[in-house]
């Protein structure tokens, strides 16, 4: 039986929007293992018990602008992270907006470079979800964010350099924008567990185009079966 | 009158019992909670619901990877996110693998040094600290690495080396809110900090009731 799956994201026109194509990639690269149980942007009435009907949480670039770290949906969505749920942050890391999200989900959106072609490559790390998975080129926008460094991550994914050579971390408490040139190796995807629940993070994803890549979509379909623990 | 839960380790304990802590946080808390105690035989089965009972948790159980389950983390998470009031004192910093309650509490133990006579003083900036005098006790000195997100308010700082360290700072986090004092190691050093941490227990308590 599949897994009940809501996948929020906004659904307006311009980019980031579940609409252009990428609700219908998503609902292809999960297919195996969830129904798109409800999409859209109605999560701010929802609270912990509403989001426990759901096995998992996909926010797509999640129209989140506002939440603040003490409102009713922040504490739901926390209450029902801890206490077992699964999330899924594509791209634009929303749950970032308050401090208490930043915290949890692990990042807060800083800047990024123009959309251009990039390489990623898996993290030289074993781990279930990368099992058979290989690297792969995208044009797509790679985030810069702050990260939180009190979570026991598991990177997945890197951006390299042009030389495709990887680089050990800066000192910053962030990724560094500019992996192209710099030298540093950029976390494009992690997952960590948060008490009870499992988070992933995964950044490639501004158009429909990066879901039809073919590597991503294995790399995402293993990452949904990771949340649900079918790995 | 509000109730505060005292969770800590009593025979399980090597370095830290509660035993004594009681008396002592009734007593710099009289009047503004009533403390009771959940020690090892019985903190591993509280739940939200339970923890919800009450207005206050105090938290410093020493045995950490022997006592703490991921579901009582999960439910103290749970539990202030939702609106309840932390207290972490002293060995209830040493969050050793529990990145969620490194979150809860904007920092993470780096190191910590020998017990030794020690000098704290109030941190001038902060509301909390107006009036407070410097405080002389013996104590191990904790230091800490900060949260990059969570801003939280510095109230008292060690001396120790060439610097001054956090030793106790207070935040909200999601609705609830959440203090924690570095020193804490025996009861006399509870009541050398009996000021301050009226001040804080009071901040914690002041705002609704029992946690909705």
């Known amino acids: ?231 | 009158m509000r109730k505060a839960l005292l969770i800590g380790d009593r025979e399980l304990a090597a370095l830290h019992p509660i035993t004594g802590m009681e008396t002592a946080f009734g007593e710099v808390l009289r009047g503004l909670c009533e403390v009771s105690t959940a020690d090892e035989r019985v903190y591993g089965g509280l739940t939200y619901p339970g923890l919800r009972a009450f207005d206050l948790v105090i938290f410093m159980p020493e045995k950490w990877r022997q006592t703490v389950t991921k579901t009582l983390v999960a439910d103290l998470v749970t539990y202030v996110v939702h609106g309840g009031r932390l207290l972490a004192v002293h060995h209830g910093l040493i969050t050793d693998n529990t990145p969620e309650l490194s979150l809860l509490y904007a920092a993470r133990c780096q190191d910590y040094a020998p017990y030794g006579a020690l000098d704290y003083h109030p941190v001038t900036g902060s509301s909390l600290a107006e009036g407070l005098r410097p405080i002389a006790a013996s104590d191990e000195p904790y230091w800490f690495d900060f949260d990059v997100f969570k801003q939280t308010d510095v109230v008292m700082e060690l001396e120790y080396g060439n610097g001054r360290h956090p030793a106790l700072w207070r935040h909200r986090w999601g609705k609830g809110r959440v203090a924690c004092m570095a020193p804490g190691h025996s009861t006399d050093s509870v009541m050398a900090f009996a000021e301050p941490l009226r001040r804080v227990a009071g901040w914690l308590l002041d705002e609704g009731g029992t946690p909705q």
């Open chain 1, 1 to 231: 039986m599949k897994k009940r799956a809501f996948l929020c994201g906004g659904l307006g026109p311009g980019f980031h929007s579940l609409l252009n194509g990428v609700r219908e990639e998503l609902e292809a690269i999960f297919a195996e293992d969830f129904e798109l149980a409800e999409t859209g942007e109605d999560y701010q009435g929802k609270t912990a018990c509403d989001l426990r009907r759901f096995d998992c949480l996909i926010l797509y670039s999640a129209p989140f602008r506002g939440v603040a770290g003490d409102s009713d949906f922040a504490a739901s969505l926390i209450d029902y992270t801890v206490n077992g749920g699964s999330v899924l942050i594509l791209h634009f890391i929303a749950t970032g907006v308050f401090d208490e999200g930043a915290q949890v989900f692990g990042g807060r959106f800083r800047m990024h470079p123009p959309y251009s072609r990039c390489r990623i490559e898996p993290a030289p790390v074993c781990h279930p979800i990368l099992e058979g998975i290989g690297p792969f080129e995208i044009n797509d926008e790679m985030h810069q964010l702050f990260t939180e460094e009190f979570l026991d991550k598991t990177i997945l994914l890197n951006c390299l350099n042009d030389d495709g050579s990887p680089r050990a971390r800066g000192p910053l408490p962030h990724q560094d924008i500019y992996a192209k040139n710099s030298g540093v190796r950029v976390p494009m995807a992690w997952c960590h567990e948060f008490g009870l629940g499992r988070v992933l993070y995964s950044c490639p994803g501004h158009s429909a185009e990066t879901f039809r890549n073919a590597e991503y979509r294995r790399f995402l379909a293993r990452c949904g079966k990771w949340l649900i623990r079918g790995l």
